[in-house]
C-alpha cells in the first residue's frame, strides 16, 4: 500500500500518540505472574485477568523530553532538570533504576556528566524509549544524542539503543523507510560496534517472514540489547498486520512489554500518521478513544500542540 504525503507534525503527533498507545496498552501486562494454577478449578473457565491501562514512564519522560527541546536549544543539564521536576511532581511511574540514581543524583548536586549509572548495569532501555522527539529536530547530532543517553544511562548498548530508535524514527520522517524495505539494513551503518548491532545483525540473518513470538525468543526484555532490536524488527511488520494486531502480538511475547510496545508504536506511528490517513492502517478508532479516556490524554495533547511549531 502506498503511503500517502504527510508532514513532519503529523509523524510527530502519530509518533507519541502510538508510543502512548502502546505504554499504556503494554502496561496493563506488565509484571503479570505467570505462576501456574493449575490445581484451582474455575467454575465456567478461568476469568481473564483484569486489563487497566495506564501510562508510565516511557510517555511520561518522552513527553518531558518534547517539553524541553520545545523551550530552547537542547541542554543535558536542563533535560535532567526536567525528570527531576517532574520526580518531585509525582508524575513519573514505574521509573527503572538508573533514571531513578540519575534524579536522586542531581538532586545531591552532582554533575550531569556523573549522574546516572555505568558500566553493564546501564544497559537498560531507558534511554531508548524517550528519544524519539529528537527526530523531530533537525539540529540533532549523534553527540546529541549521547549526551541525551548519558545523563542516565552511561553505557555504550544503552547508546547505541537510543541511536537506534532514533534513526529508525528518521527513516520514516524522510520515508527512506517506506515499510516495505528493510528497515534493518538502513540502521546499521549508524550504529557503533556494540553489542546491542550484533544482535540486529543477528535478527538481520533470519527471513523476513520470522514471527514476533520467534525473534522474541532471543530476548525481549529491559535489557537494551533485547528490547530495542525486537521492537524494531515488530516495528518492520506494521503494513503487514496493522496497529493494534501488531501490538497485540508484541503484548503477548512477554517481558517489557510497555517499553516495547512503546518504541514499536513510536516507530510504526511515525511511518504511518494519525488517524484517518490510512484508513485501516492508521491508529484504530478504538485505540485512540482508549487513550482519551485516560487522564494524562489532556497532557499528551498539550504537549503535541506546543511543539507542532518546533519540529523540523
Not at 37 to 62: E, V
Not at 196 to 220: H, M, T
Request: net charge negative.
Amino acid at each position: 500500500m502506498a503511503l500517502i504525503h504527510l508532514t513532519a507534525q503529523q509523524r510527530f503527533e502519530a509518533c507519541l500518540m502510538t508510543g502512548a498507545i502502546g505504554d499504556a496498552w503494554g502496561s496493563s501486562f506488565e509484571n503479570v505472574s505467570q505462576a501456574t494454577d493449575s490445581n484451582t478449578f474455575y467454575l465456567g473457565g478461568k476469568p481473564p485477568l483484569p486489563q487497566r491501562w495506564a501510562i508510565t514512564d516511557d510517555t511520561q519522560l518522552t513527553l518531558a523530553t518534547c517539553e524541553v527541546l520545545a523551550a530552547s536549544q537542547f541542554e543535558p543539564a536542563l533535560l535532567m532538570q526536567k525528570f527531576v521536576e517532574y520526580y518531585r511532581q509525582q508524575k513519573l511511574v514505574g521509573l527503572g533504576a538508573s533514571t531513578l540514581k540519575a534524579i536522586q543524583d542531581t538532586e545531591a548536586g552532582i554533575h550531569w556528566t556523573q549522574t546516572g549509572r555505568r558500566g553493564q548495569y546501564a544497559a537498560g532501555n531507558g534511554a531508548a524509549m524517550r528519544i524519539a522527539p529528537f527526530a523531530f529536530y533537525a539540529a540533532t547530532t549523534k553527540h546529541t544524542i549521547y549526551d541525551a543517553c548519558r545523563i542516565t544511562h552511561q553505557n555504550e548498548d544503552a547508546y547505541a539503543s537510543a541511536l537506534a530508535v532514533f534513526f529508525a524514527i528518521r527513516a520514516a520522517i524522510t520515508q527512506t523507510w517506506t515499510g516495505h524495505n528493510n528497515l534493518i539494513q538502513l540502521l546499521l551503518p549508524n550504529l557503533p560496534d556494540t553489542n546491542l548491532k550484533d544482535r540486529l545483525l543477528d535478527i538481520d540473518s533470519y527471513s523476513e517472514d520470522s514471527s514476533i513470538a520467534e525473534i522474541a525468543q532471543l530476548g525481549n526484555n529491559g535489557y537494551a540489547v533485547n528490547s530495542v532490536p525486537f521492537a524494531i524488527f515488530c516495528a518492520t511488520k506494521i503494513l503487514r498486520l496493522g496497529l493494534k494486531e501488531l501490538l497485540r502480538q508484541v503484548i503477548a511475547t512477554g517481558g517489557d512489554t510497555d517499553t516495547n510496545a512503546s518504541i514499536v508504536g513510536q516507530i510504526a506511528g511515525s511511518l504511518l500518521g494519525p488517524t484517518g490517513l490510512l484508513g485501516p492502517t492508521g491508529i484504530p478508532a478504538e485505540l485512540l478513544q482508549k487513550l482519551k479516556l485516560l487522564p494524562e490524554y489532556s497532557w499528551i495533547r498539550s504537549v503535541i500542540d506546543k511543539d507542532r511549531d518546533s519540529v523540523q
